[in-house]
């Protein structure tokens, strides 16, 4: 791999702030562990989304202060969340029935590669010692309405995390609609990855060359005659 010269682009609470403004109003929604958490803070005023958590709780709200958290109310990632008014608790089994019957509009996910035909491999790299089980991201890239994944663009070794193919465990096949990184927001379309935008100080090519499969530029709007 040729060295790269560093490249600022998004922070992560900055790509979860991207990625919040395009979860429309009223929209349920679960969020995975890790940087798609961050995407709750940043929900413009004025819309509610109904978050979703699969171990059994649809309402769940921000997490509590330090020390001040229930120790019975966590989310799938066992961290210490509330639940706003109107809140539900349900068994496991139903939060999955969920999940499955299609009635989730929107998973928010990390991962560690994304292939150009939308694959993606976010739960282990397959090496002795690797993290040994999926948790509910097959369920959830499978029976939800759309996948977002947020992302940094590429490993801390500088390896693209987006690619021709994936080389790890496969969570899914041809399930992530839309990518969010610290370089751009990419759709994955029938043609590949396309730039819908890029962040802010980065260019095409900067991308393209962190990128392990070919980018198509973002769309230029018809011009009104």
Known sequence: MTEQTAVKGRTR???AQRLALDIPNGWYVNLGIGIPELVARFVPEGRTLVYHTENGLLGM?????????????????KRHVTALPGAAYFHHADSFAMIRGGHLDLS?????????NGDLANWS???????????????????VKKVFVITQHTTRDGAPKLV??????????????RVYT????????PEGFRVVELSPGVDFE???????APLLPALTPASAD
């Open 61 to 77: 709200g921000p997490s509590p202060d330090e020390g001040a958290g229930d120790p019975e109310l966590i989310n799938a990632g």
């Open 164 to 177: 021709e193919s994936c080389s790890y465990p496969l969570t899914g096949q041809r399930v992530v609609d």
């Open 108 to 116: 928010v996910l990390g991962a560690l590669q994304v292939a150009h």
């Open 206 to 212: 900067t991308v393209q060359e962190r990128t392990g």
């Open 182 to 189: 610290d370089l751009a927001v990419i759709d994955v379309t």
């Open 125 to 143: 790299t397959g090496e002795p010692g690797a993290i040994p089980a999926v948790g509910g991201a097959m369920d959830l890239v499978a029976g």
């Open 13 to 15: 609470e900055q790509m």
